[in-house]
C-alpha cells in the first residue's frame, strides 16, 4: 500500500513507548500493526450494518403481511429434518 499521509498525534511518550514495543513484539511494522488493530472493528462494524439491514426487511416483511408464524417455520423445518434422516 503506498504512503500518502503523515499521522501527526500528540501523545504521552509511555502510550507512545507502549505502541513501539507492541508492534515490535508482534513483529509487525508500526502502520501493519494499526491495520490489524483496526481491520476487526470494520468488520463488526460491517457486520453489524448487515445485521440492521436484515432485521429492517425482515419488519418491513411482517408489516407488509408477508411474515410467518415461528410455530409454522418450526414445524416446516421439522418435517424437512425428518425427511432428511429418512423418517
Known amino acids: 500500500m ?3 499521509a503523515v499521522f501527526n498525534l500528540k501523545l504521552e511518550p509511555e502510550l507512545r513507548e507502549d505502541f513501539m514495543a507492541a ?6 511494522p508500526t502502520s501493519q500493526f494499526m491495520r490489524d ?4 472493528q470494520q468488520q463488526a ?5 448487515f445485521v440492521q439491514r436484515k432485521v429492517a ?7 407488509a403481511g408477508r411474515g410467518r408464524a415461528n410455530d409454522h417455520v ?4 421439522a418435517a424437512r429434518r425428518a425427511k432428511a434422516l429418512g423418517h
Do not use: G, L, V, Y
Open 2 to 4: 503506498a504512503k500518502e
Open 23 to 28: 508492534a515490535q513484539a508482534a513483529h509487525r
Open 37 to 40: 488493530f483496526i481491520r476487526p
Open 45 to 49: 462494524k460491517e457486520h453489524d450494518e
Open 57 to 63: 426487511a425482515a419488519r418491513t416483511s411482517i408489516e
Open 74 to 77: 418450526e414445524a416446516e423445518f
